[in-house]
Nanobody
Framework: QVQLVESGGGLVQSGGSLRLSCAASGSIFSIHTMGWYRQSPGKQREMVAAAISGGSTNYGDSVKGRFTISRDNAKNTVYLQMNSLKPEDTAIYYC??????????????WGQGTQVTVSS
């Protein structure tokens, strides 16, 4: 059993900052990719940022230069530092991880989501 638990969402004014955290726990052999997606009403879920096990990172075009993803492999935790937030960043943010559990295989897991609201 693998769980992803997110924290750090909330309400912030335009131009402000928030930091999201996501901790993976359970029967984890290795974590390949950890990242964040978001979904706002009426829109498809989109990739925000991803941190790959080798150290490389990817960002969605709309957040490049404003958001920074980082990983603490010792804690099985991924962070998303969000700066210069805009009202259009308002969404539910979901943690995502590609994990090999001790039982083998390679699976994608999702967190429960955390709400981020940016007021204008």
């Amino acid at each position: 059993q693998v769980q992803l638990v997110e924290s750090g969402g909330g309400l912030v004014q335009s131009g402000g900052s928030l930091r999201l955290s996501c901790a993976a726990s359970g029967s984890i052999f290795s974590i390949h990719t950890m990242g964040w997606y978001r979904q706002s009403p009426g829109k498809q879920r989109e990739m925000v940022a991803a941190a790959i096990s080798g150290g490389s990172t990817n960002y969605g075009d709309s957040v490049k230069g404003r958001f920074t993803i980082s990983r603490d492999n010792a804690k099985n935790t991924v962070y998303l530092q969000m700066n210069s937030l805009k009202p259009e960043d308002t969404a539910i943010y979901y943690c995502n991880a590609e994990i090999t559990p001790y039982s083998g295989g390679r699976f994608r897991y999702w967190g429960q989501g955390t709400q981020v609201t940016v007021s204008s």
